[in-house]
C-alpha cells in the first residue's frame, strides 16, 4: 500500500509539474526563452543555459502565488509607465525627482527592463511575464537625480505615505576606479544614516509587516571594465549571470 501511494504521488507530481511547466512557456510569446522562470536547457535568445536552473517557480505558479497585493518599488532609471506589459500592474506612488511629477520618465529602458523582469503581466499575448505578473509597481528615476534626499524618499522614508512597498528594488550599482574597502567606510555618515534607514523600513514598514531590500551585484557580464588615469582595465568574471534580480525576485512571489 504505501508503494502504491509513494507511486502516484510521484505520478501526480510529475503530471502538476507538466501543467505547470505548458503554463509558465505558453503563455506569452516570449516566456519560452525566459530561461529564468523554466529552464530546459534550450539555446534560443540565450546561450549555454542549464536544466534546471531556474527559479523553481512551477508549484508556485500552480497554486496561484503571482505577487498578489504586493507593491514593489523599482529604484533605478524610471519606469515607462505606459508600457503594454507594466500598465496594468502600476499603482500610485512613482515621481520623478527632477520635476517632481509622478511620471518617472525612462531615458534608458534599464528601469523598464526591470520592472518587466519582475511583474510584467501574464497572459496577455504580450512579450513575456513577470516573475511576480500581479505585484504592483511603483517607480522612481533616482539615477538621474542622485541626492540624499531623493534616496531617501524613493526607499521609504519617511514611514508615513508612500512607503507602503513590500519589496525594494535597487538594481543600480556603479563601476569605480578603484575597488573601495567598505569596512573602512561603513562608519561614515552617509553610510550609517542609509543602514538606518533600511533597517527601519525592513522592521517598521506597513504597520509592522516590513519590507524587503533587493540589491543588484552589478551590471557586468562576462568582464568588468573600468578607467584608471589612462590606463584601461577589464577585470574577467566566471559568474555567467550577472544581474542577480532574477533570481533575488524569488522573494515575491512568497510574500
Not at 526563452?33 to 536547457?41: A, D, P
Amino acid at each position: 500500500m504505501y508503494i502504491k501511494k509513494t507511486l502516484l504521488s510521484c505520478c501526480l507530481l510529475g503530471a502538476f509539474s507538466s501543467l505547470a511547466a505548458d503554463h509558465l512557456t505558453n503563455s506569452d510569446p516570449l516566456t519560452p526563452y525566459q530561461w529564468h522562470l523554466n529552464n530546459t536547457g534550450h539555446n534560443g535568445l540565450t546561450t549555454n543555459t542549464v536544466a534546471g536552473e531556474d527559479l523553481n517557480l512551477l508549484n508556485t505558479d500552480m497554486q496561484g502565488i503571482k505577487g498578489d497585493g504586493v507593491t514593489v518599488t523599482v529604484i533605478d532609471s524610471g519606469i515607462e509607465l505606459s508600457h503594454p506589459d507594466l500598465v496594468n500592474n502600476v499603482t500610485t506612488g512613482s515621481l520623478n525627482l527632477l520635476t517632481g511629477t509622478a511620471t518617472p520618465t525612462d531615458n534608458t529602458g534599464h528601469g523598464t527592463a526591470v520592472a518587466g523582469i519582475i511583474a510584467a503581466q501574464a497572459n496577455n499575448n504580450i512579450g513575456g511575464r513577470g516573475v511576480a505578473p500581479n505585484a504592483d509597481l511603483v517607480g522612481f528615476n533616482y539615477l538621474d537625480a542622485q541626492t540624499m534626499n531623493n534616496w531617501l524618499q524613493s526607499h521609504g522614508m519617511p514611514l508615513t505615505g508612500s512607503a507602503n512597498s513590500r519589496v525594494y528594488n535597487q538594481s543600480y550599482s556603479s563601476k569605480p576606479a578603484l575597488f573601495k574597502n567598505v569596512d573602512a567606510e561603513e562608519h561614515t555618515l552617509s553610510l550609517q544614516l542609509k543602514e538606518r534607514v533600511m533597517q527601519q523600513v525592513s522592521l517598521n514598514s506597513n504597520n509592522g509587516l516590513g519590507a524587503l531590500f533587493v540589491k543588484s551585484a552589478g551590471n557586468a557580464f562576462y568582464q568588468y571594465t573600468t578607467f584608471l588615469a589612462v590606463r584601461h582595465f577589464k577585470y574577467f568574471r566566471m559568474s555567467s549571470n550577472n544581474h542577480l534580480i532574477t533570481r533575488a525576485c524569488h522573494f515575491i512571489t512568497l510574500i
